[in-house]
């Protein structure tokens, strides 16, 4: 699956797209400036995504990689 494919199913799942994330991420205190905080780690993001929108390891990791900056929503 492709990153927007990614992308396009977790906003059907969730109603949140990356711009939503990116707020609720610094809600949570993991990112400042839509910068990704140094002690925020992979397994921090995984298991809040999995706790508050049951997403899994995968789609978890997408919305990791977006917060970090390593892809965007015009990532293929």
């Known amino acids: ?3 927007l494919g990614y ?3 977790i906003k059907e799942k969730t109603g949140n797209g990356p711009a939503e994330f ?6 949570k205190a ?8 140094p002690e ?3 397994g921090d993001i ?9 997403l899994g390891q995968g789609y978890s ?4 990689a977006l917060l970090k900056g390593i892809k965007d929503e015009n990532s293929q």
């Open 61 to 64: 990791m997408a919305i990791y």
């Open 30 to 37: 993991f990112t400042l400036d839509e910068k990704l905080k």
């Open 7 to 9: 992308l396009k199913t």
């Open 22 to 27: 990116r707020t609720l991420a610094e809600q």
């Open 46 to 54: 995984v298991n809040w995504l999995k706790e508050d929108f049951d």
């Open 1 to 3: 699956m492709s990153f």
């Open 40 to 42: 925020a780690k992979a």
